[in-house]
């Protein structure tokens, strides 16, 4: 016992976490049994010893059970990754939804961009699949709901008509006012589409310099009436080059500023 220390042998304790008990307790043979105290002392250390055993079994074996387990945590969402059928079901009914409450063009671009999800859904059916064959008729359907989006979300302006004659079917020339990008007080960006009298479609992103007369085609898409796209751009620059007849009638509406007067217009053929 240090000195100066005033509390006999028996009161005294142990550091924390070295004994639960008194360090000289009163002889049993004294007393002939084991005191209250000392007894509850032992009964707690013993029932904490248990619980400590307890979770230390359950803590070790609840990860093995749930890393041995061979059953998916959500076999609905696992069938859904692997069949997106439902998904795309779900995606083209919002988009339908949203058909019925659109205004607005910007209301169409939302439609439109749901249709595009539905429609890539739809195509990712796997062939293992019990829809596909329902997927596979829906894909025309969404094609058309997504084309009918898409030309309601434009802003169309009719720009020239020509006459068919007994070699090539007439065709019409619209301008999409919405895609027009001006870099320069002589360089413009727009996306032109020509529909011809026999169903056929042409995309053309083309820009413009309006001081040479060059055209630049950035891209060329053709589509067939069935829906069918064709990705022609490869041959985009055989067709670019200073062209002043074929620049002029745009670079006529650009400087002297006659596009907003330009009849709104909606594509036939679509």
């Not at 796997?126 to 329902?134: C, E, K, L, N, V």
Request: hydrophobic share 35%.
């Amino acid at each position: 016992m240090p000195r100066g220390s005033d509390n006999p042998p028996s009161k005294r304790f142990a550091w924390p976490g070295r004994c639960l008990f008194q360090r000289h307790p009163a002889p049993i043979a004294q007393t002939g049994e084991v005191p209250r105290r000392a007894s509850k002392q032992v009964w707690f250390a013993g029932a904490l010893v248990l619980l400590v055993l307890a979770a230390s079994y359950v803590s070790v074996q609840q990860p093995q059970e749930i890393a041995g387990s061979d059953r998916p945590a959500n076999p609905t969402r696992s069938a859904t990754l692997l069949d997106p059928f439902p998904q795309a079901v779900n995606q083209a009914m919002n988009a339908a939804e949203r058909t019925q409450l659109a205004r607005s063009k910007d209301d169409w671009q939302v439609v439109a961009r749901q249709w595009h999800a539905a429609l890539a859904l739809i195509k990712a059916v796997p062939a293992s699949s019990p829809h596909h064959a329902t997927a596979q008729k829906k894909i025309g359907e969404y094609q058309r709901n997504l084309a009918y989006a898409e030309r309601l979300s434009r802003d169309w302006r009719k720009l020239v008509t020509y006459a068919g004659d007994g070699r090539s079917p007439g065709w019409a020339e619209y301008l999409d006012l919405a895609s027009l990008k001006r870099f320069s007080n002589e360089t413009y960006e727009l996306q032109l589409l020509n529909v011809y009298g026999d169903g056929l479609k042409g995309y053309q992103q083309v820009r413009i310099n309006c001081r040479n007369g060059s055209i630049q085609y950035l891209s060329l898409i053709q589509e067939r009436p069935n829906g069918a796209k064709s990705d022609l751009s490869r041959s985009a620059p055989a067709l670019s080059g200073v062209l002043p007849t074929v620049s002029q009638k745009y670079c006529q509406l650009f400087t002297n500023q006659r596009l907003q007067n330009l009849p709104a217009a909606t594509p036939k053929l679509f």
